[in-house]
Protein backbone atom coordinates (compact mmCIF):
# COMPACT_ATOMS: atom_id res chain seq x y z
CA UNK A 1 0.00 0.00 0.00
CA UNK A 2 1.74 3.37 -1.05
CA UNK A 3 2.42 5.90 1.57
CA UNK A 4 -0.51 7.96 0.28
CA UNK A 5 -3.27 5.48 0.78
CA UNK A 6 -1.90 4.71 4.12
CA UNK A 7 -2.18 8.01 5.00
CA UNK A 8 -5.91 8.81 3.55
CA UNK A 9 -7.16 5.80 5.98
CA UNK A 10 -5.10 7.11 8.74
CA UNK A 11 -7.12 10.97 7.64
CA UNK A 12 -10.55 9.00 7.41
CA UNK A 13 -10.07 7.64 10.76
CA UNK A 14 -9.41 10.58 12.52
CA UNK A 15 -11.98 12.35 10.90
CA UNK A 16 -14.62 9.69 12.06
CA UNK A 17 -13.22 9.61 15.28
CA UNK A 18 -13.37 13.27 15.59
CA UNK A 19 -17.01 12.90 14.66
CA UNK A 20 -17.98 10.13 17.07
CA UNK A 21 -16.39 12.23 20.11
CA UNK A 22 -17.21 15.78 19.06
CA UNK A 23 -20.84 15.32 17.18
CA UNK A 24 -24.01 15.77 19.06
CA UNK A 25 -25.26 12.53 16.05
CA UNK A 26 -22.32 10.59 17.18
CA UNK A 27 -23.74 7.09 17.95
CA UNK A 28 -21.31 6.91 20.88
CA UNK A 29 -24.30 7.58 24.10
CA UNK A 30 -23.61 11.21 25.33
CA UNK A 31 -22.29 10.22 28.13
CA UNK A 32 -19.69 8.30 27.48
CA UNK A 33 -18.11 10.67 24.96
CA UNK A 34 -15.86 12.76 27.06
CA UNK A 35 -13.82 9.21 27.71
CA UNK A 36 -13.87 8.06 23.98
CA UNK A 37 -10.06 8.21 22.63
CA UNK A 38 -11.34 6.40 19.27
CA UNK A 39 -12.04 3.14 17.67
CA UNK A 40 -10.06 0.49 17.46
CA UNK A 41 -8.69 -0.67 13.94
CA UNK A 42 -6.59 -3.15 12.38
CA UNK A 43 -3.15 -1.21 10.67
CA UNK A 44 -3.70 -0.92 6.81
CA UNK A 45 -3.05 -3.63 5.26
CA UNK A 46 -2.85 -3.10 1.28
CA UNK A 47 -3.83 -7.15 1.04
CA UNK A 48 -6.93 -6.33 1.95
CA UNK A 49 -7.36 -3.77 -1.08
CA UNK A 50 -9.14 -6.00 -4.25
CA UNK A 51 -9.97 -6.20 -7.68
CA UNK A 52 -13.38 -6.78 -7.97
CA UNK A 53 -15.59 -7.44 -10.77
CA UNK A 54 -19.76 -6.34 -10.52
CA UNK A 55 -21.86 -8.65 -12.01
CA UNK A 56 -25.08 -6.60 -12.02
CA UNK A 57 -28.29 -8.40 -12.45
CA UNK A 58 -30.89 -7.51 -15.08
CA UNK A 59 -33.90 -6.65 -12.82
CA UNK A 60 -32.45 -6.13 -9.09
CA UNK A 61 -34.18 -8.42 -6.94
CA UNK A 62 -36.59 -7.16 -4.07
CA UNK A 63 -35.40 -8.88 -1.01
CA UNK A 64 -36.40 -7.93 2.82
CA UNK A 65 -33.37 -7.94 5.31
CA UNK A 66 -33.46 -8.45 9.04
CA UNK A 67 -32.25 -5.89 11.41
CA UNK A 68 -30.82 -5.90 14.78
CA UNK A 69 -34.09 -5.21 16.36
CA UNK A 70 -35.69 -8.25 14.53
CA UNK A 71 -37.64 -6.18 11.78
CA UNK A 72 -37.04 -6.27 8.16
CA UNK A 73 -35.75 -3.33 6.22
CA UNK A 74 -36.79 -3.37 1.86
CA UNK A 75 -33.59 -3.48 -0.32
CA UNK A 76 -32.90 -4.13 -3.71
CA UNK A 77 -30.25 -6.69 -4.66
CA UNK A 78 -28.44 -5.31 -7.13
CA UNK A 79 -25.54 -8.15 -8.05
CA UNK A 80 -22.27 -9.82 -6.86
CA UNK A 81 -18.86 -8.80 -6.29
CA UNK A 82 -16.15 -11.09 -7.33
CA UNK A 83 -13.08 -11.12 -5.80
CA UNK A 84 -9.97 -12.92 -4.22
CA UNK A 85 -8.02 -12.27 -0.92
CA UNK A 86 -5.37 -14.76 0.35
CA UNK A 87 -5.92 -16.73 -2.62
CA UNK A 88 -9.27 -17.59 -1.60
CA UNK A 89 -12.32 -16.86 -4.83
CA UNK A 90 -14.85 -15.25 -3.04
CA UNK A 91 -18.66 -13.39 -3.42
CA UNK A 92 -20.47 -10.95 -1.70
CA UNK A 93 -23.79 -9.89 -2.53
CA UNK A 94 -24.48 -6.01 -3.58
CA UNK A 95 -27.41 -3.67 -2.58
CA UNK A 96 -29.13 -0.74 -3.33
CA UNK A 97 -31.58 1.35 -1.05
CA UNK A 98 -35.06 -0.15 -2.00
CA UNK A 99 -36.50 3.38 -0.69
CA UNK A 100 -33.97 5.42 -3.68
CA UNK A 101 -32.92 2.47 -6.05
CA UNK A 102 -31.47 5.07 -8.65
CA UNK A 103 -28.93 6.10 -5.55
CA UNK A 104 -25.20 5.73 -6.82
CA UNK A 105 -24.77 4.02 -3.50
CA UNK A 106 -23.79 0.03 -3.60
CA UNK A 107 -23.96 -1.49 0.26
CA UNK A 108 -21.94 -4.48 1.41
CA UNK A 109 -22.70 -6.03 4.30
CA UNK A 110 -20.78 -8.82 5.20
CA UNK A 111 -19.42 -11.19 8.31
CA UNK A 112 -16.22 -13.43 8.44
CA UNK A 113 -14.38 -15.46 10.36
CA UNK A 114 -13.41 -12.65 12.67
CA UNK A 115 -16.90 -11.60 13.60
CA UNK A 116 -17.97 -11.97 17.02
CA UNK A 117 -14.23 -12.40 18.13
CA UNK A 118 -12.07 -9.46 16.91
CA UNK A 119 -14.53 -7.43 15.17
CA UNK A 120 -18.58 -7.07 15.61
CA UNK A 121 -20.29 -9.85 16.25
CA UNK A 122 -23.35 -9.34 13.56
CA UNK A 123 -20.76 -7.92 11.18
CA UNK A 124 -19.31 -4.46 8.67
CA UNK A 125 -20.46 -3.18 6.51
CA UNK A 126 -18.46 -1.43 2.63
CA UNK A 127 -20.04 0.96 0.89
CA UNK A 128 -19.02 2.09 -2.67
CA UNK A 129 -20.21 4.70 -5.14
CA UNK A 130 -21.66 3.10 -8.31
CA UNK A 131 -20.00 4.20 -11.79
CA UNK A 132 -20.89 3.01 -15.28
CA UNK A 133 -18.11 0.59 -15.43
CA UNK A 134 -17.90 -3.41 -13.84
CA UNK A 135 -14.59 -3.05 -12.46
CA UNK A 136 -14.59 -1.86 -8.86
CA UNK A 137 -12.21 -2.01 -5.91
CA UNK A 138 -13.06 -3.35 -2.52
CA UNK A 139 -10.93 -1.82 0.23
CA UNK A 140 -11.63 -3.87 3.49
CA UNK A 141 -9.46 -1.32 5.44
CA UNK A 142 -12.27 0.59 5.12
CA UNK A 143 -14.95 -2.12 6.35
CA UNK A 144 -16.80 -0.66 9.57
CA UNK A 145 -19.10 -1.29 12.06
CA UNK A 146 -22.86 -0.44 12.01
CA UNK A 147 -24.59 2.05 14.70
CA UNK A 148 -25.90 -0.36 16.26
CA UNK A 149 -22.54 -1.85 17.69
CA UNK A 150 -21.98 1.28 19.80
CA UNK A 151 -25.30 1.88 21.07
CA UNK A 152 -28.37 -0.32 21.03
CA UNK A 153 -30.38 2.58 20.59
CA UNK A 154 -29.75 1.89 16.62
CA UNK A 155 -31.56 -0.35 14.30
CA UNK A 156 -28.89 -1.85 11.79
CA UNK A 157 -29.46 -4.65 9.04
CA UNK A 158 -27.52 -7.65 10.03
CA UNK A 159 -25.28 -8.91 7.22
CA UNK A 160 -26.88 -11.91 5.54
CA UNK A 161 -26.34 -15.50 5.54
CA UNK A 162 -24.93 -15.72 2.19
CA UNK A 163 -22.67 -12.49 3.01
CA UNK A 164 -20.09 -14.80 4.93
CA UNK A 165 -16.88 -15.16 3.68
CA UNK A 166 -14.81 -18.43 5.24
CA UNK A 167 -11.98 -16.24 6.13
CA UNK A 168 -10.77 -13.64 8.46
CA UNK A 169 -10.71 -10.09 7.16
CA UNK A 170 -8.18 -8.71 9.16
CA UNK A 171 -8.69 -5.11 8.00
CA UNK A 172 -11.01 -1.95 9.06
CA UNK A 173 -12.89 -1.42 12.55
CA UNK A 174 -12.60 -3.83 15.54
CA UNK A 175 -14.64 -4.18 18.17
CA UNK A 176 -15.99 -1.08 19.86
CA UNK A 177 -14.75 -1.04 23.74
Do not use: W
Not at 3 to 28: L, V
Not at 109 to 135: I, N, Q, V
Request: glycine fraction near 6%; proline fraction near 8%.
Amino acid sequence: MSQRAENEITAIRGEKDAYFRDDPDSPIPADKRANFKGLIYYSPDPTYRVKARLDRYDRPEPTMVVTSKGTKQAYMKHGTFTFQVQGARLRLFVYKSAEDPFARSLFIPFSDETSGSETYKAGRYLDLEEHGGDDYELDFNLAYNPYCAYNDQYTCPIPPRENKLPIKILAGEKNYK
